[in-house]
Nanobody, 120 residues
Framework: QVQLVESGGGLVQAGGSLRLSCAASGSIFRINDMGWYRQAPGKERELVAAITSAGSTNYADSVKGRFTLSRDNAKNTAYLQMNSLKPEDTAVYYC??????????????WGQGTLVTASS
């Protein structure tokens, strides 16, 4: 059993910053890619940013230069630093991880989601 617990969402004025955290726990042997997705009301879920176990990142064009994704492999935790937030960043943000369990099974795991609201 592997769980992802997200934290750090909330309400912020446009132009402000938030930092999301995603902590993985359970029977983990290794975590490969981790990522953040978001889903705004009436829209499909979209990839915001992803990071490999080696630290290589890729970002959606809409957040490049404003968001920074990092991870601490020793803590099985990923961080999404979001700066210069815009109203269009408002969404539920979901953490995702590709996990190799202690039983050597590959699992794709999702967090429960955390709401980010950037008010104009």
């Amino acid at each position: 059993q592997v769980q992802l617990v997200e934290s750090g969402g909330g309400l912020v004025q446009a132009g402000g910053s938030l930092r999301l955290s995603c902590a993985a726990s359970g029977s983990i042997f290794r975590i490969n890619d981790m990522g953040w997705y978001r889903q705004a009301p009436g829209k499909e879920r979209e990839l915001v940013a992803a990071i490999t176990s080696a630290g290589s990142t890729n970002y959606a064009d809409s957040v490049k230069g404003r968001f920074t994704l990092s991870r601490d492999n020793a803590k099985n935790t990923a961080y999404l630093q979001m700066n210069s937030l815009k109203p269009e960043d408002t969404a539920v943000y979901y953490c995702n991880a590709a996990v190799l369990t202690s039983a050597l099974r590959y699992l794709e795991v999702w967090g429960q989601g955390t709401l980010v609201t950037a008010s104009s």
